[in-house]
Each structure stands twice: as C-alpha cells, then as structure tokens.
C-alpha cells in the first residue's frame, strides 16, 4: 500500500509558477513510476502531465514541455518519503484542473486526493 499527499496548489495569475509536491509513505522502495495527471473543468478525463521513473527517465505533455519541470526525491532510510514535485512556470489558463499525484507499485497505480490549480486574472 502507498499513501499520497499532495499540496502546493492554489490560484495564480497567468505567467504565474507553482510547486506542486507530493509524498508518498508506505510501500516506497517497491514504487516504480511517480508523476502528475490533470482533470480539467468539465472533462471527464484525466491526461498525464508528466512523469518520472525511478532511474529520472521523464515524460511531458506535449503542451507543457519547456515549462513544467518534473523531479523526485527518493527515500533513503525507511522512514524517509518518496516525494514527487512538478514545477510549474510560465501558466496559462487552459491550466486550471485539478491535479492529482500517482504512484505505481508493481502492477497497482495509487493515487492522491487531488489538488486544485487555477489559472485566471
């Protein structure tokens, strides 16, 4: 079992930056891949943002790439957290969503509560 815990949302202006993070307790040494999906407004789908392995190979969006940044904190000791961060600069409206933090474990993908972004004026 992983346990999420996302934070570091909330309402920025457009061109703005936030950091998101995430912390993952539990299972850590078995979590393979970390990363970011978003569920906009009004869709029912989530679509990835980005995310990580635990070798750092990363993957983007399309549409955010050259202005989010995806990295990763690995836990050291067994009270330690993995922690997943995504920086985000330069947003644009089509930004707002919430976001939400994943963990894969083997075969089992986990999730966080989610935490909401909006860009807007």
């Known amino acids: 079992q992983v346990q999420l815990v996302e934070s570091g949302g909330g309402l920025v202006q457009p061109g703005g930056s936030l950091r998101l993070s995430c912390a993952a307790s539990?299972?850590?040494?078995?979590?393979?891949?970390m990363g970011w999906y978003r569920q906009a407004p009004g869709k029912q789908q989530r679509e990835l943002v980005a995310t990580i392995t635990s070798g750092d190979s990363t993957n983007y969006l399309d549409s955010v790439k050259g202005r989010f940044t995806i990295s990763r904190n690995n836990a050291k000791t067994d009270n330690a957290k993995n922690t997943v961060y995504l920086q985000m600069n330069s947003l644009k409206p089509e930004g707002t969503a919430v976001y939400y933090c994943?963990?894969?474990?083997?075969?089992?993908?986990?999730w966080g509560q989610g935490t909401q972004v909006t860009v807007s004026s």
């Open positions: 539990g299972s850590i040494f078995s979590i393979y891949n």
């Open positions: 994943l963990a894969d474990v083997h075969t089992n993908r986990y």
